[in-house]
């Protein structure tokens, strides 16, 4: 097997009918369903998908919801009313910061950054990331908290585990009370639940256990992120959500995706993703995409260690089985 520049070019027609069918089918599966519910980021999975559902089941049978909260980027909230008005389906803006200071989520949160930067405030704002010379260094994923305070100005300061895993429990508060939102108002409409987590992010664990990975089905999963861009042109998603910077959106100070996680631009991560995948050898992949051997092979470790690490959150819970009918003590 080998890779070029067309093994990521899709038939956009193609695949575009192949979820409308698999949405449909879903639809009209056990239990029956009277339509699609979608969480509109204002990023292009969930505009691809919403297109997609309307194409599949009818605009008037897609509920959008557009879930803010007090820390997320104003701009997600414009471009996904862009898509809602593109559509025309019906929507609901839910407000989550109630939800998520309910479990004291920011207050928490926001006492440990004041440990580690005592001059935090709330005139700050703050993101976390990941070293970004992965092709040049081996190295750890170990994340960097930046605090800015307002004025551009900045401080950062590795995190040690125990201050990662706390605030990233905060920005998984905020992702599952998006769900929470999703099935609270799919429930009312008897709507399935559609998860917009591409293949990109799915192998790599980029997505949250019972948050945007709590769906009733997931239709672009099989989708690189290169891919997803290929059908938001086919599609005619607005501009404007096409050219956005992909972001988690769970932070105050915006991150990018690239930054937060994946320490790769797309361009070169889906390629590469793609070979890792299908055991393309670090020669060959070196050879295809014009990188060196090293850089190929210190990738794949870096992919390996993310898929190996994320790897309980695309199954389901472990259980304790037994088979009854021959049970003895």
Same mark, same amino acid.
């Given at each position: 097997?080998?890779?070029?520049?067309?093994?990521?070019?899709?038939?956009?027609?193609?695949?575009?009918?192949?979820?409308?069918?698999?949405?449909?089918?879903?639809?009209?599966?056990?239990?029956?369903?009277?339509?699609?519910?979608?969480?509109?980021?204002?990023?292009?999975?969930?505009?691809?998908?919403?297109?997609?559902?309307?194409?599949?089941?009818?605009?008037?049978?897609?509920?959008?919801?557009?879930?803010?909260?007090?820390?997320?980027?104003?701009?997600?909230?414009?471009?996904?009313?862009?898509?809602?008005?593109?559509?025309?389906?019906?929507?609901?803006?839910?407000?989550?910061?109630?939800?998520?200071?309910?479990?004291?989520?920011?207050?928490?949160?926001?006492?440990?950054?004041?440990?580690? /930067?005592?001059?935090?405030?709330?005139?700050?704002? !703050?993101?976390?990331? *990941? +070293?970004? $010379? %992965? =092709?040049?260094?081996?190295? #750890?994923?170990?994340?960097?908290?930046?605090?800015?305070?307002?004025?551009?100005?900045?401080?950062?300061?590795?995190?040690?585990?125990?201050?990662?895993?706390?605030?990233?429990?905060?920005?998984?508060?905020?992702?599952?009370?998006?769900?929470?939102?999703?099935?609270?108002?799919?429930?009312?409409?008897?709507?399935?639940?559609?998860?917009?987590?591409?293949?990109?992010?799915?192998?790599?664990?980029?997505?949250?256990?019972?948050?945007?990975?709590?769906?009733?089905?997931?239709?672009?999963?099989?989708?690189?992120?290169?891919?997803?861009?290929?059908?938001?042109?086919?599609?005619?998603?607005?501009?404007?959500?096409?050219?956005?910077?992909?972001?988690?959106?769970? /932070?105050?100070?915006?991150?990018?995706?690239?930054? !937060?996680?994946?320490? *790769? +631009?797309? $361009? %070169? =991560?889906?390629?590469?993703? #793609?070979?890792?995948?299908?055991?393309?050898?670090?020669?060959?992949?070196?050879?295809?995409?014009?990188?060196?051997?090293?850089?190929?092979?210190?990738?794949?470790?870096?992919?390996?260690?993310?898929?190996?690490?994320?790897?309980?959150?695309?199954?389901?819970?472990?259980?304790?089985?037994?088979?009854?009918?021959?049970?003895?003590?």
């Amino acid at each position: 097997m080998t890779f070029n520049k067309e093994t990521l070019k899709i038939d956009a027609e193609y695949e575009a009918r192949q979820v409308e069918e698999f949405l449909l089918g879903a639809v009209r599966g056990i239990p029956k369903r009277d339509g699609i519910m979608v969480g509109i980021s204002g990023g292009i999975d969930s505009a691809v998908v919403a297109a997609l559902s309307v194409r599949a089941v009818g605009k008037e049978r897609v509920l959008g919801l557009v879930l803010p909260e007090k820390e997320s980027n104003p701009i997600s909230a414009q471009y996904a009313q862009l898509i809602i008005d593109q559509l025309g389906i019906d929507h609901r803006t839910v407000e989550l910061s109630d939800a998520v200071a309910s479990y004291q989520a920011y207050d928490i949160r926001d006492k440990l950054i004041k440990e580690i /930067f005592p001059e935090y405030d709330k005139n700050y704002i !703050f993101n976390i990331y *990941l +070293p970004q $010379n %992965l =092709l040049e260094a081996d190295s #750890y994923n170990f994340y960097t908290l930046r605090i800015d305070d307002g004025k551009g100005n900045q401080k950062e300061k590795r995190l040690t585990k125990k201050q990662f895993l706390s605030i990233t429990a905060t920005a998984n508060v905020k992702i599952r009370a998006r769900m929470i939102a999703l099935y609270y108002w799919g429930d009312q409409n008897n709507y399935l639940v559609a998860g917009t987590t591409n293949k990109t992010e799915f192998l790599l664990g980029d997505y949250c256990k019972f948050g945007d990975g709590g769906t009733d089905v997931e239709c672009v999963s099989h989708l690189y992120k290169n891919q997803i861009y290929q059908l938001g042109e086919y599609l005619n998603i607005p501009q404007e959500i096409m050219d956005r910077t992909p972001s988690p959106d769970t /932070f105050s100070l915006p991150v990018s995706d690239q930054d !937060f996680y994946f320490r *790769l +631009p797309f $361009n %070169l =991560l889906d390629p590469l993703l #793609y070979c890792w995948e299908y055991k393309i050898s670090p020669a060959e992949t070196a050879k295809s995409i014009d990188l060196k051997e090293d850089q190929v092979k210190r990738v794949f470790r870096d992919f390996k260690s993310k898929f190996n690490s994320t790897e309980h959150i695309r199954r389901p819970p472990t259980a304790l089985e037994r088979d009854w009918s021959s049970f003895k003590k």
